[in-house]
């Protein structure tokens, strides 16, 4: 870990040097706006917090020095094709590695769960001891509750430290985008594999993978119940959400008869738990070829109703599994769903009111490219329109909690980063807690009611002069002194206070300790926005 | 929105987060209020309000029925028909009594999924079950819309985030009250901080936000003054009740708070166990409101409790009960009318075996859109137009409550 970290920042630091001289002498610091077709001219210190806040999880001494080493272009390059898997700091690997969910596949895991289910059952049945059974279904309860809670764990890891910033970024949109929650009890178990295997591989890939993705996984079939969607017992829930939230959107000209319909073409759509080369369920010989397993997902001929649909004003002309597909590829080709994830991007990119010029460039990207998450995310950050609007975008709590955090310790690994998804918690965004598939919304006034605010203050406050919970092995165990990290001394928050308004610089001036600087500087409503 | 006077005197003043102000413009204390307690994870009603005429509830509960009355441990008689549970003597049934209680039995939703998660979800919605449901707006939210000419109609969520029912366009309020106070930023930083944002969009939210916290803090304050003169001090729900209460008494009119903790599948308990430790809170919770409330706001407040379902009225092999269907919502309020007041409620039947809902849990009779809305267009006046925007397509029926 030692060396890897050192030979970062050595040579960043080098670049770092003969950037920044070269800024000062060819850009006026307070340049307004990047320039359009994003050339490889040096940026203000400004403006590099500011992309680096918009494109990663907040901006830090280290990565500022990383783009003036790489030059925009170059390091927007990387961040849409990142290196897989992307190599964190060493610490943060190796409390990634030591997660049951990292060491245990999927497979072991639900047998393992299934096999404790079944225990307590027994136990009940059988009248062992008084309360036998109902100690061994908390044991279950409470695992997994832990898988759950190490999913966030590592979620919040990547974010802090993946160089894959945008990556992780997208992860997290997408994962909100294809929102399943942890509310409903069965995703506990799944959700750590939903978003490694189903989000984040492609989450600046393909739209009609990604889409196709979720469609197939155990923790989307379970919690918008597809998994009980059978002819003769049609499930609407995950085919009307298939439309409204995760591709078409609501108004955009599907009728009820299209919903319907996809929900007949969704039948026998499903997953199961038996072994993988377990033989399949007894078919029609003539429905035999159209059995499919691969890994959980299983289409299931006898559950799926064959009879011909029209979608979107056109008959589907495929049957069984292949229907879905046809019926996919319509509903992802349809400009609706172009339109619908472009602005879906740009708000959560830019502002809750992108202009509609940007939308345009973006869902026209999203067209050419047949859903490239990349190229349509490179329309989008490079658009002359997103260049000048920036601090437009109001932070989700996901965004403020993380970018202090980033800000404050940069690449040095929390050892315990449960504080971090409590402050979170905290702030009205717990990860994996959106109940409904709607996934939560962005725009500001979502997160800037007066209890927020009064929350987000008080979150600042505990960061500003407590956050060495971040470092400690136990619970427990004192906090190193000082508890807090010195913000001024970063070079990201010289820059960014050197913009501000006269009122929050005065606050600034008015602190009496480094934990007062800290909180104002956390509180400050340039610190809202990104 | 229109805010209450003090909060929006708080917005235009930066820094006038004060005790008088906020104090100035109190609601009246005529102002309807409404508090709405959500019992999280499926109460077991049978438990609380016990059918003491039926037979086939002591058959079909042989470990954890509640005793008929005058038996050890027995209900507490309510009438001929229905006992309270005992743990209530202290806090419900003297409000019962003095007829500022009310139950409605075989209420709920008509939604069947039996999923906790679907159930409370679809009840904050508030919307039809066959349509489509529009996840950003819940029915509190849509109350508040509704209310929003009324110059001091000023609605809280007391909890750590706005629950469904309270989200939506209308601007709401959230605050818990159980860790108030708690390594937060103290008056003088709070002031620094408002300064920073003096003139900006976000200036009325940020003072409204410290000057709530301030509220609440006061309210603390209070508490520990009577602590100090050997006042029992509260815990649980009983604390968060109480600060609520001084909240609602001084400032809010419109309130929200969920109470988590009762899906009972194993050892619920009978007169004593979970179960009733669980009710024994809640009950002393809420006659700490009333109380706290004072003579004349208590008259003009009502609160709701309600949870997503009921549970299965026979027991289970773990001596607990399993997701059900009705259930029995609770109404409190110094102003309940004679009808209602001491009273069972509502739509009723007999409570045997032939008359279960799929031969496992009671009906629903009572919709809780229907109840709801009725009790909300006698609080407030709504007229038929404004009751669809709360409940739109909702059957009101007017259980004449107030």
């Known amino acids: 870990m030692r060396s890897y970290r050192l030979l970062t920042l050595s040579a960043a630091a080098l670049a770092g040097t003969l950037w920044l001289s070269a800024c000062a002498s060819h850009v006026p610091p307070d340049a307004a706006s990047i320039p359009a077709a994003l050339p490889d001219t040096p940026l203000s210190a400004a403006q590099r917090q500011q992309w680096l806040d918009r494109v990663s999880w907040g901006a830090s001494d280290s990565a500022d020095r990383q783009l003036q080493r790489l030059g925009l272009q170059r390091w927007l390059d990387e961040q849409l094709a990142p290196r897989q898997p992307p190599r964190l700091p060493e610490p943060a690997q190796q409390h990634i590695a030591a997660l049951e969910i990292s060491q245990r596949s999927m497979e072991d895991l639900q047998r393992g769960i299934a096999a404790q289910r079944q225990a307590a059952r027994t136990a009940t049945e059988q009248g062992q001891g008084e309360g036998e059974g109902a100690r061994l279904r908390q044991e279950v309860q409470s695992h997994l509750n832990q898988l759950a809670a190490q999913a966030q764990q590592r979620q919040v890891l990547r974010a802090l430290y993946s160089p894959a910033q945008l990556q992780e970024q997208m992860t997290w949109f997408w994962m909100n985008h294809f ?8 995703t506990r178990l799944w959700i750590g594999d939903y978003e490694e295997r189903a989000i984040r591989p492609h989450a600046l890939g393909n739209f009609r993978s990604l889409l196709e993705a979720s469609m197939r996984h155990p923790a989307m079939l379970l919690y918008l119940d597809n998994a009980s969607n059978a002819k003769g017992h ?67 001929p006898n559950r799926h109703d064959y009879a011909p649909q029209v979608l979107l004003g056109q008959p589907l002309r495929a049957k069984g599994l292949a229907a879905v597909d046809e019926a996919l590829d319509r509903i992802v080709a349809s400009p609706a769903t172009a339109q619908f994830i472009a602005r879906k991007l740009a708000v959560f990119f830019i502002s809750d009111n992108p202009p509609p010029a940007l939308v345009q460039r973006t869902a026209a990207a999203f067209a050419r490219s047949h859903g490239d998450i990349a190229a349509t995310l490179r ?23 993380l970018g202090a955090v980033r800000l404050g310790y940069d690449e040095r690994v929390a050892s315990d980063v449960r504080p971090v998804i409590g402050w979170i918690n905290r702030l009205g965004q717990p990860i994996y807690g959106h109940e409904t598939p709607d996934g939560y919304p962005a725009s500001q006034s979502d997160w800037a009611s007066s209890g927020q605010m009064a929350a987000r203050f008080d979150v600042a406050r505990q960061i500003a002069t407590r956050s060495a919970v971040l470092f400690r092995a136990e619970p427990q165990a004192p906090l190193e002194q000082p508890p807090y990290p010195d913000l001024a001394q970063r070079a990201t928050a010289q820059a960014r206070v050197a913009q501000w308004s006269a009122a929050s610089r005065e606050a600034l001036a008015k602190a009496r300790n480094v934990p007062d600087w800290n909180t104002y500087f956390l509180s400050a409503p340039e610190m809202m926005v990104r | 929105m229109q805010r209450r006077h003090f909060l929006s005197a708080a917005a235009s003043l930066p820094l006038a987060f004060s005790l008088a102000r906020a104090r100035a413009a109190a609601p009246r204390s005529d102002t309807p209020r ?67 209680a009310c139950f409605v039995p075989f209420a709920g939703s008509d939604d069947l999924s ?3 998660f679907e159930t409370q979800d679809s009840i904050e919605l508030g919307q039809p079950l066959d349509a489509h449901q529009n996840f950003r707006t819940g029915f509190m939210n849509r109350l508040a819309q509704t209310l929003q000419g009324r110059s001091d109609l000023a609605p809280m969520a007391f909890t ?56 609440v803090l006061r309210g603390m304050q209070e508490e520990m003054d009577k602590a100090g003169r050997d006042a029992i001090s509260a815990k649980g729900f009983s604390l968060v009740a109480q600060r609520m209460a001084t909240l609602m008494r001084d400032q809010f009119d419109l309130g929200f708070v969920d109470v988590g903790g009762w899906d009972t599948h194993v050892n619920q308990g009978n007169a004593s166990g979970n179960l009733a430790n669980r009710l024994d809170d809640l009950g002393r919770g809420l006659a700490a409101f009333a109380q706290e409330m004072g003579p004349e706001p208590w008259r003009h407040t009502v609160v709701a409790v309600i949870s997503e379902f009921g549970r299965t009225f026979r027991e289970n092999g773990n001596k607990g009960t399993d997701h059900g269907h009705g259930t029995a919502y609770w109404m409190l309020g110094g102003g309940l009318s004679a009808q209602a007041g001491g009273r069972i409620v509502g739509e009723q039947m007999d409570v045997s075996e032939a008359h279960l809902f799929q031969n496992r849990d009671y009906p629903v009779l009572n919709e809780y859109r229907s109840v709801l809305g009725g009790l909300f267009a006698r609080m407030y006046g709504l007229s038929p137009a404004q009751l669809q925007q709360v409940f739109p397509q909702a059957q009101v029926k007017d259980l004449r409550l107030v």
Not at chain 1, 179 to 186: D, I, L, M, P, Y
Not at chain 1, 245 to 263: F, N
Not at chain 2, 186 to 213: C, H, K, Q, W
């Open chain 1, 179 to 186: 929102n399943v929650s942890t509310r409903k009890a069965e």
């Open chain 1, 234 to 300: 049609i499930n609407e829930n995950y085919a009307r959400e298939l439309l409204e939230l995760h591709t078409m959107g609501v108004g955009s000209g599907y009728t009820q008869a299209d919903v319907q319909a996809m929900a007949h073409v969704l039948t026998g759509v499903g997953f199961s738990t038996r072994d993988a080369d377990a033989p399949p369920p007894r078919l029609p010989p003539a429905l035999q070829a159209d059995y499919r397993r691969e890994g959980f997902f299983e289409f299931n």
């Open chain 1, 379 to 401: 329309s989008l950050l490079t658009a002359p329109e997103a260049l000048a609007q920036q601090g437009q975008r109001f932070k989700d709590p996901m965004h403020y909690v």
């Open chain 2, 34 to 100: 409404f508090l709405l307690v959500f019992l999280r994870g499926a109460y077991d009603s049978n438990s609380l309000l016990v059918p003491t005429h039926s037979d086939f509830y002591y058959e079909a509960r042989p470990t954890i029925a509640i005793p008929r009355p005058g038996e050890a441990n027995g209900a507490l008689p309510l009438d001929a028909r229905w006992g309270l549970h005992p743990a209530m003597e202290g806090s419900v049934l003297p409000l019962w009594q003095s007829r500022q």
């Open chain 2, 114 to 116: 039996r999923s906790h």
């Open chain 2, 160 to 215: 750590a985030q706005l629950p469904l029912c309270m989200r939506g366009p209308a601007r709401i309020a959230n605050t818990a009250l159980a860790n108030v106070g708690k390594g937060g930023v103290d008056a003088n930083r709070s002031r620094a901080i408002a300064a920073m944002y003096a003139g900006t969009a976000l200036a009325p939210a940020v003072n409204e936000g410290f000057a709530v916290r301030e509220a």
